[in-house]
């Protein structure tokens, strides 16, 4: 297994598609610094499930998605694809090339898949795991994580072997179980606390089911007995409404005069307050001119006060700013410099062709040492074939011969062989070219389809945000609605009578019109008061009559009902208002801020007779003092008479209060009702927007997939095509490599063969010679020697002048451009002096029109203020006779307001009989389901009333008959319905679905016990489960401890001669939990703390400790990123070895600026970033792989 291709498309600096193909062995990642190297190894941990932003060198997890520069646009997705080699099998899974892809979007979406299927985070983690990947990522050391592994804790380190492994996805199963567990014993815990309390619930629910049998059959008396006592009242309101009968022509009458009064009052006010209306704006427009024409003169004279001013300053001379350097200074400085830099560049000149010299030299010199090499080196060989004899030498042309020919037939098969390539790579090309033309076009639809992707997830996003914020004020519109609704309930309950009250509102009695607090409709604010002024009249009943008053109170006495507080409406005079004082200014008469009924209002007159409002005590005290016969009531309560005074702490609120807060909450709630409902409405087309957006983010999701899909099958249809044209073009770059290699060596050889034909030939005829001469050559050796020297100074003294040549260039013309700035900056300063004097003289001007424009505005004022004052006179005699005119009018107003109180008097009372029967029909109603008619004729005074069905069961379970019906009887029915009432108190509450609620309860008590049995049975074998996976961690991670250990000792001593350094457990009793200690005693040190290491044995010890993970638990590839960066020559010599080793079991990718690291690659990656910030790639195989 090792890794195949790294593809990155739009992943940080790797804007477009970018392939490195990798392959066994060592491959090296060079490039500048800041060229893109390392997002290599973060493109390499990211597709392999990196979750930490941190680790990729970003702030988000989004940082890794093209940013765009000045010449590209930022994208809007990252992709990289990992493709491994696995014909070895070491992935589980059934295909021989495995290929993984993480895409993210700028979204925040994310995408992984296998061999081109969507799949899970965790779906890669699991398919890795197994080969020693883990999300640790041990097999990719990044920048500065050699210094981590070491500072890092003991825990952490142990987390890498771990990791190596393989005990991984053991303790994901054991983490997964321990979830379970986690989980099951809250549901363990839920279920035993439920079982426990349906178990206490049924008993006391089968009695409540007892007692609900028992009172079924005293609700059903006392429903009886209630609508007879309601059918009565109804027949006898009904016929007291037949016989009121009231006469009001006269009140009518006396109401149309004063009408016809008023109305020629009114017309007189009226035709007044047009004749003031009209002279109102006259006075107006003499005040607006007067008015104005004061400002005027004020603007004038701060006009002429300014001018004043302006012109003094402007007159002022304004200080002389000194200018810089000389110009004229600086133009000739500009010629000196301008002068040294043409001199320097002809000094440059000159040592330019003095170094063409000396090159030219030094090659001829170093010619004519080659000569004088190969002449002593042919005269050597000579002597030497001489020696070796002439029948060696001929059995050498003989082979050199033969090799000729032989290369003469590799070059044509050769030959042949490249142009049959050539022909394959140019056809594949073609088709390569088509494929990308169509491939482009569909890029342009690509885009369409992220856009409209983007502005459906937009609209999504919108329409998502518009429903939470209508759910969250639907939510708090709720919360208000159900706030009022409690508040209202809560109040309506402190309404209720209690004691005499609620007995007499509860029996039903005829005349009994209600309690005096729902009666009565007081201004806001006063309820305290009003409370305090009225007593115990607050808190009393209504009632028609004095003899329904005293049925009332027989009722009372009779029934045991306690005491209650009775307002008789009706048959009082008005109380006269004439000897009333007048009150002062912040005070009111009680009656006139409480509106009643027409017929409680003498009674209400009568409680309130002389009764103020006023705002505090002292208020109080004051009124009272002057008139003694008012009493006062403060806002807080507090009641003051000259003989009487009531106050301090109040224990509750009065029914009046609960009355207005009541009426409030009733309106609080039904606004908040209807903004709830306005809400719903909204959200309900939110959401309904919501979906239809969400449906539109699916069919731009699914079409976007869909083209990625099939970008993804071009994709890999280009790859083939290009993988068939890049092979066949290999190919016959390959033959024709060989093709001029075997030219090479032909040439080569036909070389040698005449070389030694010639030698043989020399060697048959010359002589026997003595050793040639070196004189020569050691002379031109030493002349060559100093050539060289002579170059090295000629280029020192060039590199010297250019840079002299560079310091001066430029700096005429920064002189000149700050000489011409100079000049500038005088000007400006000649024109502003001039343009203060100008406006000093604008000034002065306009000081004297302004002088002259004060005199004329005098005299215009005095004439608008005479004229103003006429008029003010006018309209105050207009206003006069218009006050006296309103009194009359306010006279007459009352008085007709007193005779229409009069005439609807009669019709106010016979419309609350009505009120009340109806009332009364209402109650029937709602509360018995019954109509009137049916109440009438079944429950009516003249129907018989049958036995109750106590008395018949009672008569059954004797034998005899049971009893007749009898004729209906008030005093007996009530009886029955408070014997009923009792009898239900005794009893206490009552649950109507206690027999139901008790069958529910002891089924859902026996399926828990059940379902409770079942958790703890899984719970049993989830801890079995726990305790084997811990067994298994124990043995693998105690086998790859001592592993481990044993090759740090090893490495160590590999990297530190003489050095010694070994793994420690920090919890060796405790294998499941122990941390990691390294200890490390570099050669001749005795220290063994990390700490006082140095650098780069920091280094080395972090390097050991991986290599020995490395070597004891081998993974299929690594990725090394400047791990070596920090080391001198003899270290870094040491870790090569360890890395050669490696090699053999292990795929290397290493990011590296080390010569000798590349020299070690079998294949090179050049990282390099172009003028548009996009990193590029090339790539140069170093040495050809063995045969597989």
């Keep these: 297994m090792h890794l195949s291709s790294l593809t990155l498309k739009g992943f940080k600096s790797f804007a477009s598609a970018t392939t490195l193909r990798l392959e066994p062995g060592i491959t090296a990642v060079v490039g500048p610094n800041g060229s893109g190297k390392s997002n290599v190894v973060d493109?390499?941990?990211?597709?392999?499930?990196?979750?930490?932003?941190?680790?990729?060198?970003?702030?988000?997890?989004?940082?890794?998605?093209?940013?765009?520069?000045?010449?590209?646009?930022?994208?809007?997705?990252?992709?990289?694809?990992?493709?491994?080699?696995?014909?070895?099998?070491?992935?589980?899974?059934a295909y021989t090339e495995v290929s993984i892809t993480r895409r993210m979007y700028r979204s925040g979406e994310s995408e992984y898949e296998i061999n081109g299927d969507k799949v899970r985070l965790l779906d890669v983690q699991e398919l890795l795991s197994d080969s020693g990947i883990g999300r640790e990522m041990h097999v990719i050391v990044g920048q500065g994580q050699l210094d981590a592994v070491l500072s890092g804790r003991p825990e952490d380190r142990r987390a890498f072997i771990e990791e190596a492994a393989g005990v991984l996805k053991h303790r994901k199963r054991k983490e997964k179980a321990l979830r379970k567990l986690d989980g099951m014993q809250a549901n363990l815990d839920r279920l035993a606390d439920l079982t426990a309390e349906l178990r206490r619930q049924l008993k006391p629910l089968g009695r409540q089911a007892e007692v609900a049998r028992r009172a079924a059959g005293v609700q059903a008396d006392l429903r009886d007995a209630r609508l007879r006592l309601l059918a009565d009242d109804l027949v006898q309101l009904r016929d007291a409404l037949d016989k009121d009968v009231a006469d009001e022509t006269a009140a009518r009458e006396r109401r149309t005069a004063v009408e016809q009064t008023l109305a020629v009052v009114s017309r007189r006010e009226?035709?007044?307050?047009?004749?003031?209306?009209?002279?109102?704006?006259?006075?107006?427009?003499?005040?607006?001119?007067?008015?104005?024409?004061?400002?005027?003169?004020?603007?004038?004279?701060?006009?002429a006060s300014l001018a004043a001013e302006r012109s003094r300053h402007l007159s002022a001379a304004a200080p002389e700013t000194t200018a810089g350097r000389d110009p004229d200074q600086l133009d000739a400085e500009a010629d000196r410099v301008e002068a040294n830099e043409t001199e320097l560049a002809a000094g440059l000149e000159a040592e330019r062709t003095r170094l063409a010299g000396v090159v030219a030299e030094r090659g001829r010199l170093e010619a004519a040492l080659t000569e004088a090499e190969r002449a002593w080196v042919a005269a050597a060989r000579a002597l030497a074939d001489r020696r070796e004899g002439l029948a060696r030498l001929s059995g050498e042309v003989a082979a050199a011969r033969s090799r000729v020919t032989a290369g003469q037939a590799e070059i044509e098969r050769l030959a042949l062989a490249a142009a049959e390539a050539a022909e394959r790579a140019e056809r594949a090309a073609d088709l390569l070219a088509d494929r990308r033309s169509s491939v482009a076009e569909q890029e342009d639809s690509d885009v369409a389809l992220v856009t409209a992707h983007q502005d459906a997830v937009a609209a999504h996003a919108a329409a998502a945000k518009a429903v939470t914020e209508l759910t969250a004020a639907e939510r708090a519109a709720e919360r208000d609605r159900a706030s009022w609704q409690a508040r209202r309930d809560a109040l309506a309950l402190g309404l209720a009578p209690v004691d005499g009250a609620a007995a007499v509102l509860g029996a039903g009695l005829p005349g009994v019109l209600g309690p005096v607090a729902e009666r009565l409709t007081v201004h806001p604010g006063d309820e305290v008061a009003l409370a305090a002024a009225l007593g115990g009249m607050a808190e009393a009943v209504v009632v028609a009559g004095v003899a329904d008053a005293a049925a009332a109170l027989e009722r009372l006495r009779t029934t045991d009902g306690g005491r209650a507080g009775l307002l008789v409406t009706g048959g009082l005079p008005p109380v006269p208002r004439d000897g009333w004082p007048e009150l002062p200014g912040g005070s009111r008469w009680a009656l006139d801020a409480v509106t009643a009924p027409e017929e409680l209002r003498p009674a209400l007159a009568r409680a309130l007779e002389r009764v103020a409002l006023v705002p505090d005590l002292p208020s109080a005290v004051e009124l009272v003092a002057t008139h003694p016969r008012v009493r006062a009531v403060t806002a807080d309560g507090d009641l003051l008479g000259a003989d009487w005074a009531l106050g301090g702490q109040r224990d509750a609120p009065s029914n009046l209060e609960v009355r207005a807060r009541v009426d409030e909450a009733e309106r609080e709630l039904e606004a908040a009702i209807t903004r709830a409902a306005s809400l719903a409405d909204e959200l309900a087309a939110a959401r309904d927007a919501a979906r239809a957006r969400s449906a539109e983010v699916d069919e731009a999701q699914a079409a976007r997939q869909a083209a990625d899909r099939g970008r993804s099958k071009v994709a890999a249809e280009l790859a083939e095509l290009g993988a068939a044209a890049r092979s066949a073009a290999a190919e016959a770059e390959r033959h024709e490599s060989a093709r001029v290699r075997a030219e090479g060596s032909l040439e080569a050889a036909q070389l040698a063969l005449a070389g030694l034909e010639t030698r043989l030939a020399e060697a048959e005829a010359a002589p026997v010679e003595e050793e040639p001469p070196t004189e020569e050559r050691d002379r031109l050796r030493a002349e060559v020697a100093t050539a060289r020297q002579g170059e090295t100074e000629a280029r020192l003294a060039v590199r010297t002048a250019e840079e002299r040549a560079r310091a001066l260039h430029g700096r005429a013309e920064s002189l000149r451009r700050q000489a011409r700035q100079e000049r500038a900056a005088r000007e400006r300063a000649a024109q502003a002096r001039a343009a203060r004097q100008r406006g000093a003289a604008v000034a002065e001007r306009v000081r004297a029109d302004a002088e002259l424009a004060l005199t004329a505005l005098g005299t215009s004022l005095a004439r608008a203020a005479t004229e103003r004052d006429a008029l003010a006179t006018e309209r105050a005699a207009g206003e006069a006779e218009l006050l006296e005119v309103r009194g009359r009018v306010r006279a007459a107003t009352a008085e007709l307001d007193r005779l229409t109180d009069e005439v609807h008097r009669d019709e106010v009372a016979r419309a609350e009989q009505r009120l009340r029967?109806?009332?009364?029909?209402?109650?029937?109603?709602?509360?018995?389901?019954?109509?009137?008619?049916?109440?009438?004729?079944?429950?009516?005074?003249?129907?018989?009333?049958?036995?109750?069905p106590a008395e018949v069961a009672a008569a059954e379970s004797a034998g005899t008959e049971a009893p007749e019906p009898t004729a209906y009887d008030r005093a007996v029915q009530e009886r029955r319905a408070a014997r009923a009432e009792r009898d239900l108190a005794t009893l206490g509450k009552v649950n109507p679905l206690a027999l139901e609620e008790f069958a529910a309860l002891e089924e859902r008590h026996t399926f828990l016990a059940t379902q409770l049995e079942d958790l703890k049975s899984t719970r049993r074998d989830l801890l079995t489960v726990v305790r084997e996976v811990d067994d298994r961690i124990h043995d693998v991670f105690a086998a790859a401890y001592a592993d481990v250990a044993r090759e740090f000792e090893a490495v160590f001593a590999t990297l530190f001669p003489g050095g010694q350094g070994r793994l420690v457990l920090t919890e060796p009793d405790s294998m499941l939990t122990t941390g990691i200690e390294v200890e490390a005693r570099p050669p001749g040190k005795k220290v063994k703390r990390l700490s006082l290491l140095s650098g780069g044995e920091r280094s080395l010890t972090a390097v050991a400790l991986l290599v020995a993970i490395f070597r004891a638990r081998p993974s299929p590839f690594y990725v090394l990123d400047e791990v070596e960066a920090a080391l001198d020559d003899v270290n870094l010599g040491r870790l090569l070895t360890l890395v050669e080793q490696l090699r053999s079991t292990s795929q290397l990718i290493v990011i590296t600026h080390q010569k000798r690291t590349m020299e070690i690659a079998d294949a090179l990656y050049g990282v390099s970033m172009r003028g548009d910030g996009i990193t590029g790639v090339i790539s140069q195989r170093l040495r050809e792989l063995p045969a597989a």
């Design 43 to 93: 493109a390499i941990a990211w597709v392999l499930g990196e979750q930490g932003a941190k680790s990729l060198r970003g702030g988000k997890m989004e940082d890794v998605i093209f940013a765009g520069t000045a010449g590209r646009p930022a994208l809007g997705r990252a992709e990289v694809t990992l493709t491994i080699d696995n014909t070895d099998g070491a992935l589980p899974i």
């Design 917 to 948: 029967i109806e009332a009364l029909e209402g109650r029937a109603a709602e509360e018995y389901g019954v109509d009137l008619p049916t109440l009438v004729a079944e429950y009516g005074p003249a129907a018989p009333v049958p036995p109750s």
């Design 270 to 303: 009226a035709e007044l307050e047009s004749g003031l209306a009209e002279s109102a704006p006259r006075l107006a427009a003499a005040s607006d001119t007067w008015y104005r024409l004061s400002a005027l003169t004020e603007r004038f004279r701060g006009v």
